[in-house]
Nanobody
Framework: QVQLVESGGGLVQAGGSLRLSCAASGRTLIFYTMGWFRQALGKEREFVAGISRNGGSTFYADSVKGRFAISRDNAKNTVYLQMNSLKPEDTAAYYC????????????????WGQGTQVTVSS
């Protein structure tokens, strides 16, 4: 079993940047494909970005493509989400998730979840 803890959220102005981190404990992350999801108030959780076990493959939701970048450092057991050119519509709680399976943009494919970190983008 793996425990995930997100950090790096906060309040930022539109156009700004944030870097989220997801630190894992309990088991090495090399066993898992990883994803970032977000959930805005009153909306369903949605996929943001995913990354393969070795970091060689990444994929993104259309809404963040070209602005966000997912990466991982398996030696540090940490996954990152670099968010640039932030928009008010990016405001949400951001969650990292780990999957035993192949990369997926579907929440049900992920086996472990963190508690989330809030990102608020002001206009």
């Amino acid at each position: 079993q793996v425990q995930l803890v997100e950090s790096g959220g906060g309040l930022v102005q539109a156009g700004g940047s944030l870097r989220l981190s997801c630190a894992a404990s309990g088991r090495t992350l090399i066993f898992y494909t990883m994803g970032w999801f977000r959930q805005a108030l009153g909306k369903e959780r949605e996929f943001v970005a995913g990354i393969s076990r070795n970091g060689g493959s990444t994929f993104y939701a259309d809404s963040v493509k070209g602005r966000f970048a997912i990466s991982r450092d398996n030696a540090k057991n940490t996954v990152y989400l670099q968010m640039n050119s932030l928009k008010p519509e990016d405001t949400a709680a951001y969650y990292c998730a780990a999957s035993f399976g192949s990369t997926s943009d579907t929440a049900r494919a992920y086996d472990y979840w963190g508690q989330g970190t809030q990102v608020t983008v002001s206009s």
